[in-house]
């Protein structure tokens, strides 16, 4: 029960951290449309050749903007470190949570599955990296997915939309190893909710 709360909080914690990122963006494209009505960028001189201001710009309105970007530029560095190590709070505790369900799972019913995606691309500081995929895992089961009930990668693309912030057991086979894995599903720095890649295994390739 106090892991399910500690797990919530984090989660919740993450979801603001969330929103304050989003918020930090949609401030810093209004002010860079600034810039682009001033026709300016980021490091053009707003003086002539005789130093002094430019008449074709609104030059305080850039000084400004120019200032605001730095500052929020710096937020969203900071809040991006934030957003990381949240998510390595919640992917800790989610794992703490299946721990006994998972160490108790049937490894048997591993054992006689069948390999039906391969992973190919893991991106570093990815949810994928930081819950221990490495490529050419073979996936045997993703959550409640495996090679008797998979019809497509829409299947995983699903139920990774529809488990955003929440644990998804994996079991990969990885050598002659059957390996348990909890991958988290969250927006992070790069593309997706994962950051890896997978492709179906062909029949001929199990």
Known sequence: MV??????????YVLQLMKDKD?????LKELKEILDVNHVSMDEALVDSEG????????????HARHKIIC???????????????????????????ENSAATSSTQESVHLEPFLRVNLVSPDSPAAIAGIQVEDLILKFGNIDCRNFKSLKDVKNMVQNSRYKPINVRIKRGSNIISLNITPSPWAGKGLLGCTIIPIETVER
């Open 3 to 12: 892991v399910d709360m500690e797990l919530q909080e984090a989660k919740d």
């Open 72 to 98: 929020l530029m710096n937020d969203h560095k900071a809040i991006m470190k934030k957003i990381e190590e949240g998510l390595h709070r919640v992917h800790a505790l989610a794992g703490n949570e299946v």
């Open 23 to 27: 918020k930090i963006e949609s401030d």
């Open 52 to 63: 002094y201001p430019r008449n074709d710009i609104d030059v305080y309105q850039v000084r």
